[in-house]
């Protein structure tokens, strides 16, 4: 997320392709995709990464929280 607070969207999106690519059961990266999604109005995409995050966590509250409101209209 580094890269994308400095304005590299593209380099910081394909760090966190390539280390979810490298680890996918990586949880804390897969949550990093949904808030970089997320941070970038890309509202489907980000949904589709935190239901992802769900399967992996699925019994974390945070985790079923953060789902929810990404589902919530607006």
């Not at 910081?12 to 490298?22: D, K, P, Y």
């Not at 949904?47 to 919530?72: G, I």
Request: proline fraction near 7%.
């Amino acid at each position: 997320l580094a890269w994308q607070q400095l304005g590299r969207r593209e380099p910081a999106e394909q760090a966190l392709l390539r280390a979810q690519q490298l680890a996918p059961q990586d949880t804390a990266t897969v949550y990093a995709l949904a808030v970089f999604y997320g941070q970038a109005g890309e509202r489907a995409l980000a949904l589709q990464w935190a239901e992802r995050l769900q399967t992996l966590s699925p019994d974390d509250p945070k985790v079923r929280h953060f789902v929810e409101r990404l589902r919530q209209p607006g």
